[in-house]
């Protein structure tokens, strides 16, 4: 059968990898006050700009291991697309390293979800000085939760969409490596592979991407309706 004008022209990159940033200091503290060893979190996150918080020492050892692993894997990059957000930054320029030939491209489409009013702060916080914002929060959900000056994950959706159109439009057939966030990688799993709200909740809850955890795609010219990228594999943890 005599294929279409469609699919003789590949609009999308051979592969797309998702990487998320390393450890970060807030990504530490977050665990000692699950575990009740901190009630809140200290001027290390609260008095830091979500945008200016760093790596642990324990994030750049992940993302030295996680750089290794893709040399490995994948040999080359033609692209790698980085969130502005320090800890994303300093994740992706480990990794760059092992890549001397990949052009480094600062994406503020790809950063982290905005937080607004909640941002650096524990549920119990939210509940004692904002509590209509938490009970709006436990109506709306996690999905379609938009915090006072932040995001939903729609919104975010929006931008993650904007960029793949970029991605089809600019650097069809092209090898291409991101280091972004846990709710921007989310939404490229929302977009890519057509997940429903309940979906989406549902791998956030059981299996949440870990700090340098891997999402890979590849291009398949044998998808229908159309070619477009196939998950080869989701959260691969290399450290």
């Known amino acids: 059968m005599k294929k279409s ?13 998702l990487v998320r940033h390393g450890l970060s200091v807030y990504n530490e503290e977050r665990e000692l006050i699950n575990r009740g060893i901190l009630t809140t ?5 609260k008095e830091v ?11 750049r050892e992940q993302a030295k291991k ?20 320090k800890r994303a930054y300093e994740t992706g320029e480990i990794i760059a390293k092992n890549f001397p ?8 489409r790809i950063r982290e979800k905005e937080f607004g009013i909640a941002d650096g702060m524990t549920p119990d916080e939210i509940k004692k000085h904002f509590p209509y914002e938490y009970e709006r929060r436990l109506k709306e ?5 938009r915090p ?30 991101v280091v972004s966030h846990s709710a921007a990688m989310f939404s490229f799993r929302k977009l890519l ?4 709200e309940e979906k989406l909740l549902e791998v956030d809850k059981t299996d949440d991407i870990k700090n340098c955890g891997i999402i890979s795609y590849i291009y398949d010219s044998g998808l229908k309706p159309k070619p477009k990228l196939r998950l080869e594999f989701y959260n691969k943890k290399t450290w």
């Open 66 to 85: 996680t750089g290794v692993f893709l040399k490995k894997e994948y040999g080359n990059f033609d692209l790698i697309f980085i969130s502005p957000f």
């Open 41 to 45: 979190y200290t001027k290390n996150v």
């Open 101 to 108: 030939k990949a052009r480094l491209i600062i994406e503020e």
């Open 141 to 145: 959900k996690k999905y379609y939760f």
């Open 193 to 196: 592979e057509k997940f429903t």
């Open 49 to 59: 700009r979500n945008a200016d918080i760093v790596l642990s020492e324990k994030g």
């Open 5 to 17: 004008k469609e699919e003789l022209i590949q609009k999308w990159p051979n592969r797309l990898v």
């Open 148 to 177: 006072i000056g932040g995001e939903s994950y729609p919104d975010v959706n929006l931008r993650i969409w904007s960029f793949l159109s970029t991605i089809v439009r600019e650097y069809a057939k092209m090898n291409i490596l």
